[in-house]
């Protein structure tokens, strides 16, 4: 497989993505920080990047945000450097980037597919530990109930993993009933959803400030079913990040498997 840059896929050429960085005043946020360096890393490769705030639809809309961008014929593919978005908001930016002809490389059905655990983890079958989508406290317990404790409890979108493992990690009903109406009150991560699933001990060797494990995870990521990049998941250095050869074949294998059926 070839790579430079986002210029080659597999072979297959394509044009080098325009960068729409979403820029938040929020300067002490590490996401915030992030994101800049990014856009920063992309400027500096050559790629072109064109910044729109981040509060744009308290007072304008996605198509003012983005006024300022030049119009793309023939069309560009686009990608958005920003945070995780509100299906409604990424319709919205979507709808205002086509219009400068950007093409975000996913549409706005495949943003909810990749985003929103109970559009994609029913596609994944066997691949990933038992899991049951729930509304609602009562509904958790008794998919809790079923799985058997102890149970992952993470929103629609996100666990609370940064508050720790007590955040996520149910032992009884008791606990699971808090974590449930904590996550439910965190519209951005549960989007009025959780997602309770069967407890996998991965193995780690650090932990956060607030004891949750950082487990032996990898981030792929992939385009039209051919991986693009991959990197262990977590900052800083830990012993179970490199790979052997082996290894690495099997984690894009698995990854590529789990890509095919989400689409």
Do not use: Q
């Amino acid at each position: 497989m070839r790579r430079r840059a986002g210029a080659e896929v597999e072979g297959e050429r394509i044009l080098r993505p325009v960068v729409l960085h979403e820029e938040s005043g929020f300067t002490d946020s590490p996401l915030v920080a992030d994101t800049a360096a990014t856009a920063r890393a992309a400027r500096g490769a050559g790629w072109e990047v064109h910044a729109f705030a981040s509060d744009f639809d308290i007072l304008g809309t996605a198509e003012e945000a983005l006024e300022h961008v030049p119009v793309h014929a023939p069309p560009r593919p686009a990608v958005w450097l920003g945070f995780i978005p509100s299906p409604e908001r990424y319709r919205a930016v979507h709808a205002a980037a086509r219009g400068r002809g950007l093409l975000l490389l996913n549409d706005p059905d495949a943003y909810v597919r990749t985003t929103e655990l109970d559009a994609y983890l029913p596609r994944l079958a066997e691949l990933t530990f038992e899991s049951a989508i729930a509304l609602g406290v009562v509904d958790a317990a008794i998919a809790a109930e079923r799985i058997g404790y102890p149970v992952f409890v993470k929103g629609a979108v996100r666990s609370a993993r940064t508050s720790g493992w007590r955040a996520c990690v149910a032992e009884d009903e008791g606990e699971l009933r808090e974590i449930v109406r904590r996550l439910l009150g965190m519209e951005a991560r549960s989007r009025g959803r959780v997602v309770v699933r069967r407890l996998g001990r991965l193995r780690h060797a650090r932990t956060t400030e607030h004891g949750f494990p950082l487990g032996r995870e990898y981030r792929v990521v992939l385009h039209r079913a051919a991986v693009v990049g991959h990197g262990y998941y977590w900052e800083g250095d830990d012993p179970l990040a490199a790979l052997s050869p082996d290894e690495e074949a099997a984690v894009l294998a698995v990854a590529r498997t789990a890509a095919a059926p989400i689409n």
